[in-house]
Every structure is written in structure tokens, then in C-alpha cells.
């Protein structure tokens, strides 16, 4: 009794050490972000900052069978608090959080500081981008994004 326990044992130990160097010879791909600036110091930093809507789920990926396509979502815009954006704009992220990808929620109104949309038209956004949901915000925050006024001419931008 006392060796079949042993034996057992023994088998477990082996089975732990394997898994143990099976995980470490895997390579690793994992999101990797910089400390990011409080909200309103990156929204001071930033060129376009705008308060959108998701409204529709374009194509979201397998998040492990199709990691190398994009989500993309499609977006109402409820203001832009710097910058010019058209009133619908394309967002897009990496399939699964492994590849800084996101999941955004149809339906539910969120803050974006963007960079250069890509050559379809489309923002990226990711974990390492700078977002929230607009009821995530604290008061403090949405009070002074009300407060911001552009004082620029956005021109109309083509739809």
C-alpha cells in the first residue's frame, strides 16, 4: 500500500515538473502597456478626443482560432472634445487581451483619446489606448470634459 502511494506520488511530481517546463519552452505573448497619465492629463496631451456611442458589432474574431483578424466595432459620435472625427467612425482591436485587444459593448457611450485612424478610416483601440465607459468616469472627469470648448472650426467631414 505504502508503494503504490509512493509510485503515485512519484508520478505526480514527474507530471508537474513536465507541465512546469512545457509552460516555460512556450513562447510568451502577452500585452505589455506603459504607465499610463491620469484621464484629463492625457486628454490635455491629445490631438483627438471624442464621446461616442458603439452602436454595432462589425466582426468580432475567434479569440484563439482567429488571432491574427480584428475586431471591429462601428460608432455613433456624441461630441468631439478635440479634434475632427466623422459622425460614424470605425474602432478596431486585436482579437483576444493576449494582443491588447478589448471587447466593446453595443449600446454603452464611451470616451476615446484616438491616434490616426488606420487606412481603412478606422481608430484603433486596445488596453495600452486610453478610453473609458462614460459611467465609469468619475463626476470630476465628466464635468470637465463638458466644460471643454473647441475653439477651432471642424469643417464636415465626410460620413
Not at 476615446?112 to 489606448?129: E, K, M, Q, T, W
Request: glycine share 6%; aromatic share 8%; with cysteine.
Amino acid at each position: 500500500m505504502a508503494r503504490a502511494t509512493l509510485v503515485r506520488a512519484a508520478a505526480l511530481a514527474l507530471a508537474a515538473v513536465a507541465a512546469l517546463v512545457a509552460a516555460a519552452a512556450a513562447p510568451a505573448s502577452a500585452c505589455s502597456c506603459s504607465v499610463a497619465p491620469p484621464f484629463l492629463d492625457a486628454v490635455a496631451a491629445s490631438s483627438l478626443v471624442v464621446d461616442v456611442k458603439v452602436v454595432e458589432t462589425v466582426f468580432l474574431p475567434h479569440p484563439i482560432n482567429e488571432q491574427g483578424k480584428k475586431a471591429v466595432w462601428s460608432a455613433r459620435l456624441l461630441r468631439s472634445y478635440k479634434g475632427c472625427a466623422p459622425s460614424t467612425i470605425g474602432l478596431w482591436s486585436g482579437a483576444n487581451p493576449a494582443l491588447c485587444g478589448v471587447r466593446l459593448t453595443v449600446g454603452v457611450r464611451y470616451v476615446f483619446i484616438l491616434g490616426a485612424p488606420n487606412s481603412d478610416g478606422n481608430y484603433r483601440v486596445s488596453l495600452c489606448g486610453r478610453f473609458r465607459r462614460w459611467d465609469d468616469l468619475s463626476y470630476r472627469d465628466q464635468q470637465a470634459l463638458r466644460k471643454m470648448r473647441p475653439n477651432y472650426y471642424c469643417p464636415k467631414m465626410p460620413q
